[in-house]
């Protein structure tokens, strides 16, 4: 007898867990429908283009919770994407990815990341790229110390200076001015206007002694008429 209802109880625990693994699937694929509906609903995306939403996010949606990110925040980050662009764009299920994979290596919300993406792309960043080049702001923006929220949000604010100032390293000469301006509290539209002058020699000088009168690090620059 004894043995007997120890194999019922066993066969009963069994069944327990059975159900409550199949109520934690069900819960975990019911956030997953929710999340895709809410994006594809906040994008206006019908059809094709709304499976296509799907299908990169249920692809992506393993790799995303072994990283502890859920559908809703890959949703957002979708949302904010598309937004940042102006277009119903959809990310790839690799660029969902790797939104989930930086934000963790970073501490930075899925969100913000997908709206960083959305920037670097009107920038002209290939989706190829996309990840290295957000990799290379966070890690630099926090080797100097700096918020990597703000860095993200001046290139945000700034990213038209891409086209009016012709940075020689492309996104990378931005996102330098960004630091800097972080950095030293400076704003950005002032070191904009200082560097369209200083094509000419009195646009040096008049950058120089600007340098110079704040001090601290600037002043090394010594001798205007040295530039």
């Not at 966070?138 to 918020?147: F, I, T």
């Given at each position: 007898l004894k043995a007997t209802l120890g194999t019922l109880k066993e066969k009963t625990q069994e069944i327990y867990k059975a159900n409550f693994a199949l109520d934690k699937m069900y819960s975990y694929l019911t956030d997953i429908d929710g999340a895709i509906k809410s994006a594809t609903l906040s994008m206006g995306l019908v059809g094709e283009n709304a499976g296509m939403l799907r299908d990169n996010m249920y692809g992506a949606a393993s790799f995303a919770a072994t990283l502890g990110v859920s559908m809703e925040e890959l949703g957002r980050a979708t949302e904010n994407y598309s937004k940042e662009l102006g277009l119903a764009s959809i990310p790839s299920q690799q660029l969902l990815e790797d939104f989930a994979e930086i934000a963790k290596g970073t501490g930075a919300s899925v969100e913000d990341i997908g709206r960083f993406a959305g920037t670097l792309s009107k920038a002209g960043i290939p989706a190829s790229r996309m990840k290295s080049v957000m990799q290379d702001v966070?890690?630099?923006?926090?080797?100097?110390?700096?918020?990597v929220s703000a860095v993200e949000s001046g290139l945000r604010e700034n990213i038209g200076l891409m086209n009016r100032l012709h940075f020689k390293d492309g996104i990378n000469g931005l996102t330098k001015m960004i630091q800097v301006s972080e950095r030293f509290r400076l704003n950005v539209s002032e070191i904009a206007s200082l560097s369209e002058k200083i094509f000419r020699p009195e646009g040096a000088i008049e950058l120089a002694a600007n340098l110079q009168m704040l001090g601290g690090e600037f002043s090394r620059l010594g001798d205007p008429l040295t530039l």
């Open positions: 966070v890690d630099s923006s926090a080797e100097m110390g700096l918020n």
